[in-house]
Nanobody, 115 residues
Framework: QVQLVESGGGLVQTGGSLRLSCAASGFTFSSYVMSWYRQAPGKERELVARIRETGSSPVYIDSVKGRFTISRDDAKSTVYLQMNSLEPEDTAMYYC????????WGRGTQVTVSS
């Protein structure tokens, strides 16, 4: 059974940090491109960061560059998103996505940044 389980969200003040984790099971994690997306109320889901199977060449949207870092641990089948200097605009549900021949999504973890 394929599962992507996000964790690490919560309520944090502006300028604070959170580390999101996405634990994968049921598929060959090392063969998948892993991404973090987010969706704020009333807005479309957007790509936040992506990391290749090799862990090289991570991609970030402009608004999080220099603040967020995506990483992966294939031994633990887990992808992380370290989020620093959080802003109220980062408030959203954060989702993990795995893409190879198949595409899988997690159910999300809520991040709320208070001003």
């Amino acid at each position: 059974q394929v599962q992507l389980v996000e964790s690490g969200g919560g309520l944090v003040q502006t300028g604070g940090s959170l580390r999101l984790s996405c634990a994968a099971s049921g598929f060959t994690f090392s063969s998948y491109v892993m991404s973090w997306y987010r969706q704020a109320p009333g807005k479309e889901r957007e790509l936040v960061a992506r990391i290749r199977e090799t862990g090289s060449s991570p991609v970030y949207i402009d608004s999080v560059k220099g603040r967020f870092t995506i990483s992966r641990d294939d031994a633990k089948s887990t992808v992380y998103l370290q989020m620093n200097s959080l802003e109220p605009e980062d408030t959203a549900m954060y989702y993990c996505k795995a893409v190879s021949f198949w595409t899988y999504w997690g159910r999300g973890t809520q991040v709320t940044v208070s001003s």
